[in-house]
T-cell receptor, first 111, second 115 residues
């Protein structure tokens, strides 16, 4: 069945270092979404990418959607302790829309 | 506008019991999805309801069921609870009308502990 895979599973960085998480889908996606879940919290929507090759920025966060619309990445420049959490990518399941999530990348930032 | 509301927030049940969890979506959202989150398995999709109809179902046993009411509120039920059902159950609502209307707004979740 359709799968969304994320790597790495865990990432430990020193504050100020950069961080990247990668997402790969087994099928072409109409769009891809990214969510952040803080420890003890619930996933919160960050962004949606729709176009092939699309790049979007939110302050220190850069999101990319691959040309084939099967992969995506999230890059954080100069991490801060507020970036701690688990980052999930998600894509619509088939043509019906409900989301299939990757297993997430858990980011820890050492001050 | 009000967010997604899940009740109760915490629940402790005994093996063999059954439990019902509730989710009130954002006003105007017609799609409600349920996910089970555990440390080892991440976010696992349980089912999705749209306009009172189950539109998609994940790979969970028949002990897990749900329904959606005409006001879009949804409930999920787990019967004959097992220790492995201990998890955070998250409800997410979205507009759900089309492939691009899938941005999910999550509730705070219900933390279920089975003892």
């Amino acid at each position: 069945g359709q799968q969304v895979m994320q790597i790495p599973q865990y990432q430990h960085v020193q504050e100020g270092e950069d961080f990247t998480t990668y997402c790969n889908s087994s099928t072409t996606l109409s769009n891809i979404q990214w969510y952040k879940q803080r420890p003890g919290g619930h996933p919160v929507f960050l962004i949606q990418l729709v176009k092939s090759g699309e790049v979007k920025k939110q302050k220190r966060l850069t999101f990319q959607f691959g040309e084939a619309k099967k992969n995506s990445s999230l890059h954080i420049t100069a991490t801060q302790t507020t970036d701690v959490g688990t980052y999930f990518c998600a894509g619509p399941r088939g043509s019906q829309g409900n989301l299939i999530f990757g297993k997430g990348t858990k980011l820890s930032v050492k001050p | 506008k009000a967010g997604v509301t899940q009740t109760p927030r915490y629940l402790i049940k005994t093996r063999g019991q059954q439990v019902t969890l509730s989710c009130s979506p954002i006003s105007g959202h017609r799609s409600v999805s349920w996910y089970q989150q555990t440390p080892g398995q991440g976010l696992q999709f349980l089912f999705e309801y749209f306009s009172e109809t189950q539109r998609n179902k994940g790979n969970f046993p028949g002990r897990f069921s749900g329904r959606q009411f005409s006001n879009s509120r949804s409930e999920m039920n787990v019967s004959t609870l097992e220790l492995g059902d201990s998890a955070l159950y998250l409800c997410a609502s979205s507009l759900g009308f089309g492939i691009l209307d899938t941005e999910a707004f999550f509730g705070q979740g219900t933390r279920l502990t089975v003892v």
